[in-house]
């Protein structure tokens, strides 16, 4: 499967962007998602990921409730919409896809196996 982050930007404070992780060569509809991201001089972190269906997706517990990870597998598309927007918030963001055909759960661990490129996303006044 091949991966495309799309959607990075400059905003401001407060501000909402989403991004889009489209795939191609397989379908995502057996592959968990997650999405990370890079801050400058700061190591990738997973921030969210998303199993089989909406309701499996998990965040890491600093966001606070302003990102929201949702998938359209007739698109084979995962979004990531992210609102209230900090600076803190400025890195490089990356999808990257499990291929987890038995489980509908996706894992926070740093365990996937196709990346796409990144996005930037840069939060500043």
């Keep these: ?9 400059s905003v401001q404070p407060g501000g909402s962007l989403r991004l889009s992780c489209a ?3 397989s379908t995502l509809n057996t592959y968990a998602i997650g999405w990370f991201r ?3 001089g700061k ?3 997973i921030i969210s990921c998303i199993g089989r269906t909406d ?4 965040y890491i517990d600093s966001l606070e409730g302003r990102f929201t990870t949702s998938r359209n597998n007739d698109e084979n598309t995962v ?4 609102s209230s927007l ?3 918030d400025t890195a490089v963001y990356y999808c990257a896809a499990e291929h987890r055909p038995g489980s509908w ?3 926070m661990r740093d365990e996937y196996d196709y990346w796409g490129q990144g996005t930037l996303v840069t939060v500043s006044s």
Excluded: N
Excluded at 1 to 9: D, H, M, T
């Design 38 to 40: 890079q801050a400058p």
């Design 55 to 58: 309701s499996t997706s998990q």
């Design 105 to 107: 759960w996706c894992s």
């Design 1 to 9: 499967v091949q991966l495309q982050a799309s959607g990075g930007g």
């Design 79 to 82: 979004y990531l919409q992210m």
């Design 23 to 25: 795939a191609s060569g």
């Design 86 to 88: 900090k600076p803190e």
């Design 43 to 45: 190591e990738r972190e």
